[in-house]
């Protein structure tokens, strides 16, 4: 009796902790949402990302040296630039329209951290709702409300890690493999630093001695970013 009511109670204070936390992310995000078309910095670094984001709406290069002004120095990788810059350019955007498509590109990317977040609580095992307090945490947390609408590489390049380690723990076919590394290659190009879960993977390969597969996932990235 004893334990059936623990787990009452327990069950009653997970689902009061869901309803805040759903509340709090719907309040957050309606205002996030309305704030895409802000016409000013969200961060203080804004500057750099958004000078690589209408060079590639112009259909020019973000990267070059200091022989020639403006004398920006773009730090991220060609794809965060390319994807939204390439959209405003097809869509024929307005300098604030440009900025909404990189933002949104941004924002969609956080939205998607949660849904993986969520995918791969229930991959090991979580209860629906204990996975749904991990996707909602994520979307109501501190971060979000500096980070989730300010045009910058982090989310989309988190995204596509954890949806390669999502897609490695559920498959171990080499279309799993293929499919793992091209993700991964695909977030290192929007951001250079977001490599630890593919060392993560080649370190668990190798540990478990499969060595084909270590070797096909190590040298597949390395030969597709080297390229």
């Not at 849904?115 to 229930?122: S, V």
Request: charged share 10%; net charge positive; with cysteine.
């Amino acid at each position: 009796m004893a334990s059936a009511a623990l787990a009452k109670y327990s069950r009653g204070l997970l689902w009061t902790l869901l309803t805040i936390l759903l509340a709090s992310s719907l309040l957050l995000h309606l205002h996030l949402a309305s704030n895409l078309d802000f016409d000013g910095e969200v961060l203080p670094t804004d500057a750099e990302p958004l000078y690589g984001l209408r060079c590639a709406r112009m259909g020019e290069n973000p990267y070059h040296d200091f022989s020639r002004p403006p004398h920006a120095l773009a730090l991220y990788g060609p794809l965060f630039y390319a994807v939204p810059g390439t959209v405003a350019r097809l869509l024929n955007t307005s300098w604030i329209g440009m900025i909404v498509c990189g933002r949104t590109y941004s924002y969609l990317a956080w939205l998607g951290v949660a849904l993986i977040l969520y995918g791969l609580a229930r991959q090991i095992g979580c209860e629906a709702s204990v996975a749904a307090v991990a996707s909602l945490l994520w979307l109501a947390g501190a971060m979000a409300w500096q980070w989730a609408i300010a045009y910058r590489p982090d989310a989309a390049a988190l995204l596509l890690s954890l949806g390669a380690l999502w897609v490695y723990q559920r498959r171990t076919s080499s279309a799993a493999v293929a499919a793992t590394v091209a993700l991964l290659v695909v977030a290192f190009l929007h951001k250079q630093t977001y490599i630890a879960v593919w060392l993560a993977i080649v370190a668990t390969e190798t540990a478990q001695r499969r060595w084909g597969r270590a070797a096909a996932m190590f040298g597949g990235w390395v030969v597709a970013v080297g390229v």
